[in-house]
């Protein structure tokens, strides 16, 4: 029974990280439940560099749903937000706020309003799947607000029907969505393998790459690749379960030389699929393609790997190092070849944890300038320079699951009204 | 027996078209050989405008095997050379110029040295394929200079050996080159699908693509495919069986729709195989896709009995 007060306001605020598939999703068996064709595996990153932050609110006084993204008000009537809230809805159960004296009864849920504000801390036009972490974070805060009793691996299959790679995002480290086999998808949800801190060496530099192109949305993409792909179907069968299993393995032992070499032959497969699209999907571009080279070069010149780079639906490179040292050798090459525009701050070219750059012995432009070209490069020829090509980097690793934030003055909406800020 | 003056020389010069495959080889089962992993289907481009002119000539007064490419003497002693030397002198026969008064029987041949001069009428540089047309040429120059009575299917053979790709411009027109079973690569030849003229509305645009980047060679490149990619044996044993036959269906009933869908999917099927290899192989960069997307968007467009008449009169190939 609610309070009498028919304005009160009750809010949960929750902060989700994104995540980075390192065996790739690709692929629907079907469209409306969003199951995939293969199972996937992914790193979570540090929500500290990179998360979406969400605060729900639920007032008898809010006479219909609605949402806020970065401060914008979005239509919730498409199919994958009406799933989410059906979903998490039906699973409410009493909530009871003893300090505000607000009585929520189980029943009460279906006939009350939310309001949904939501931030991204990166740009969405960074192509740094903003959807994932999004749904994620609206998933985990509703499910907060309404006291639902179902453990992560469920809420994540219920963050699955909002964005496929949502799932992933319920949790810290090292994390598979597993496809499952049932028609109504109840068993395709996301497990954890390894938490954040089982293999913290790892750093992770991603380069947001400069690109005027309007990409393909995964959903269309992916899509056409299951119609229109012949190697598609002999990849989900045949390939990508044995590669399940090794990266498993690689990621329990911590064997970086295996978890290199399968993080780069399935990115390079998904794209290799989709250029197998009809028509061809071009997501690397020839700034992707360089950052490869670069780094496939410095591997083989090592003899073992010491940084995996994956790509997903867009030209942005991901490259986890093996340890921080890698990531600061690493960066020095990136530097080199992919200096900042010269009225360029460095403070504003490396996002995330800027301390890489002291590590690399590098503190303002003129440091950049004097890197000397890495030694694996011995045919003498003046090395090509391609400023601009990179918008920034963004320095993180990998990082914990999502976490509800009590400090009320990160919420987004305001208790008295429940309107954004 | 050779005619008194010794210093005779007797020559022979042709000129050999090169191809573009419209159904890739992408891959061998053996490298000294040559034989691929699957069938594939070329079109012979007009030598009018791409060829290779080669000239062959044999003296007694030559001391050894020389040849000079586009003006610039180059060494012999590689080993696709040697092949196809030696599989076209075990086949020469007798020879007889009775204009010049020259005869020089079978047994002589393997005592007597060549001068080989070969041109391309196109920049090496422009990744045209340059060596399909050129070995090609030497064996087919070399054949009538020598009296070689084999037929045209046989002569690719040998070709191949020179260079995979150098079997199929042998023939005008469309050509595809059959894999073959034996061991020895006896059956792993180009045989003639139709001549140039069954298809002749045909044009074909090259756009020549400024591009910087050092190319990883096809040999490298394919011999790293089929050890490194889990697509590629999918791909040789189950899709290009079935699009080989598609396209010759295609090619004999002049379906351009089946024609362009084939050729576009296999192009791009084959850069896929590239992309799924370790280290990956870029041989397409942002122009080339550009290329891509603007012929795509092109045939998607709508324009009706327009559309059809226009794609039959200017094919873009990539």
Excluded at chain 1, 71 to 87: A, H, N
Excluded at chain 1, 170 to 175: E, N, S, T
Excluded at chain 1, 374 to 391: L, M, T
Excluded at chain 2, 223 to 252: D, F, N, W, Y
Aim: glycine share 6%; aromatic share 8%.
């Amino acid at each position: 029974m609610a309070v009498e007060a028919e304005k009160w306001v009750h809010m949960v605020t929750a902060q989700t990280p994104t995540n980075i598939a390192v065996i790739k999703y690709w692929g629907k068996r079907d469209e409306t439940l969003i199951l995939p064709v293969n199972d996937s595996i992914s790193v979570t990153l540090d929500p500290d560099h990179l998360c979406t932050t969400t605060t729900v609110a639920v007032s008898p006084s809010f006479d219909r749903d609605r949402m806020w993204l970065n401060g914008k008000e979005i239509s919730l009537s498409g199919g994958r937000f009406q799933s989410c809230l059906r979903e998490v809805r039906s699973r409410a159960s009493d909530v009871e706020d003893e300090e505000n004296g607000i009585k929520i009864a189980k029943k009460d849920w279906e006939k009350l309003h939310l309001h949904i504000a939501s931030y991204n801390n990166f740009p969405t036009a960074a192509g740094l799947a903003s959807s994932a972490a999004g749904l994620a974070c609206l998933v985990f805060s509703l499910a907060k607000l309404m006291n639902v009793k179902e453990d992560q691996s469920k809420l994540s299959a219920i963050a699955r029907q909002g964005s496929g790679s949502a799932c992933r995002s319920l949790y810290g480290g090292f994390v598979k969505w597993i496809m499952g086999k049932d028609e109504d998808g109840r068993d395709s949800l996301a497990v954890q393998l390894a938490d954040e801190k089982h293999w913290d060496d790892l750093v992770i530099i991603i380069a947001v790459v400069s690109s005027r192109q309007k990409e393909t949305s995964s959903t269309s993409g992916m899509r056409e690749t299951v119609e229109t792909s012949l190697l598609l179907k002999h990849r989900a069968k045949e390939i990508v379960p044995k590669r399940i299993l090794k990266m498993e393995e690689a990621i329990k032992n911590r064997d970086f030389t295996s978890f290199a070499q399968l993080t780069c032959a399935d990115s390079n497969q998904f794209h290799a699929v989709c250029l197998d699209t009809t028509p061809p999907i071009f997501y690397m571009n020839d700034t992707s393609h360089r950052i490869i080279s670069i780094v496939e070069k410095w591997n083989r010149s090592e003899g073992t790997p010491q940084v995996a780079y994956t790509f997903d639906a867009g030209p942005n490179a991901v490259m986890i190092a093996h340890d921080r040292k890698a990531a600061t050798l690493l960066l020095q090459r990136l530097l080199f070849y992919f200096p900042p525009n010269s009225d360029t701050d460095l403070n504003n070219y490396i996002l995330g944890d800027k301390s890489i750059l002291q590590d690399a012995g590098l503190e303002g432009i003129k440091d950049v300038e004097g890197l000397p070209p890495p030694p694996e490069i011995k045919d003498g020829i003046p090395s090509q320079k391609y400023k601009g090509d990179v918008s920034y980097f963004i320095c993180t690793r990998p990082g914990r699951g999502p976490v509800v934030l009590s400090n009320k003055k990160q919420a987004l909406l305001n208790p008295e009204n429940g309107l954004p800020k | 027996m050779v005619g008194g003056a010794e210093k005779w020389v007797m020559m022979v010069t042709a000129q050999t078209p090169t191809n573009i495959a419209v159904i890739k080889y992408w891959g061998k089962r053996d490298e000294s050989l040559i034989l691929p992993v699957n069938d594939s289907i070329s079109v012979t481009l007009d030598p009018d405008h791409l060829c290779t002119t080669t000239t062959v000539a044999v003296s007694p007064s030559f001391e050894r095997d020389r040849m000079w490419l586009n003006g610039k003497e180059i060494s012999l002693s590689g080993g696709r050379y040697q092949n196809c030397l030696r599989e076209i002198r075990s086949r020469a026969s007798d020879v007889e110029d009775e204009e010049n008064g020259i005869k020089i029987p079978k047994k002589d041949w393997d005592k007597l040295h060549l001068h080989i001069a070969s041109y391309n009428n196109f920049p090496t540089a422009a990744g045209l394929a340059s060596s399909a047309a050129g070995f090609a040429c030497l064996v087919f120059s070399l054949a009538k200079l020598m009296n070689v009575k084999e037929d045209q299917s046989k002569l690719s053979a040998i070709a191949r050996q020179g260079s995979g790709s150098a079997c199929r411009s042998l023939f005008g027109g469309f050509v595809k080159w059959i894999m073959g079973r034996d061991e020895d690569g006896r059956d792993s030849l180009a045989v003639q699908l139709a001549d140039e003229k069954h298809w002749d509305d045909l044009f074909i645009i090259i756009a020549v693509v400024s591009s910087r980047q050092k190319e990883t060679s096809s040999t490298t490149g394919m011999r790293e495919t089929v050890e490194t990619s889990l697509l590629l044996k999918h791909r040789a044993k189950e899709i290009v069986p079935k699009r080989i036959l598609q396209m010759e269906e295609a090619i004999k009933n002049r379906d351009f729709t089946s024609f362009a869908q084939l050729a576009c999917a296999d192009s791009n099927q084959f850069h896929a195989v590239c992309l799924d290899t370790s280290p990956p192989i870029f041989y397409m960069n942002d122009t080339s896709h550009r290329v891509i997307s603007i012929a795509e968007k092109w045939n998607r467009s709508e324009g009706g009995r327009r559309w059809h008449i226009l794609l039959m009169r200017a094919q873009m190939q990539y």
